[in-house]
């Protein structure tokens, strides 16, 4: 069974920065682009961060441009999710999501592995 678990959110002050982990296991991840998304409290999903599989290509939202950086360890099975200079307004739940392609797709539904996420608050 195909899985994805993410991993490192937490809470933070203004300005931190965390490392966000998404793990897979019963396949490999390097035949798969990954992409982030985020749900912040009463807001739709939106997309953060995309890597193709070869870590070649990447999509990123005008949100994440500047503070935001995604990279993959295929040896170790592993996408990450830099978070740099947080702000309030990143406080989300932070999802990877895998497309059934090696490339980074345009559109959510296209994303057809989730992980369950991981909660990051960023509060003084």
């Known amino acids: 069974q195909l899985q994805l678990a993410e991993s490192g959110g937490g809470l933070v002050q203004p300005g931190g920065s965390l490392r966000l982990s998404c793990a897979a296991s019963?396949?490999?991840?390097?035949?798969?682009?990954i992409g982030w998304f985020r749900q912040a409290p009463g807001k739709e999903r939106e997309g953060v961060l995309c890597?193709?599989?070869?870590?070649?290509?990447?999509d990123a939202a005008d949100s994440a441009k500047g503070r935001f950086t995604i990279s993959r360890d295929n040896a170790k099975n592993t996408v990450y999710l830099q978070l740099n200079n947080l702000k309030p307004e990143d406080t989300a739940v932070y999802y990877c999501?895998?497309?059934?392609?090696?490339?980074?797709?345009?559109?959510?539904?296209?994303?057809?592995?989730w992980g369950q996420g991981t909660q990051v608050t960023v509060s003084s």
């Open positions: 999501a895998a497309p059934a392609s090696s490339f980074c797709r345009d559109y959510e539904v296209e994303y057809v592995y």
């Open positions: 890597i193709s599989s070869s870590g070649r290509n990447i």
């Open positions: 019963g396949f490999s991840l390097a035949d798969y682009a």
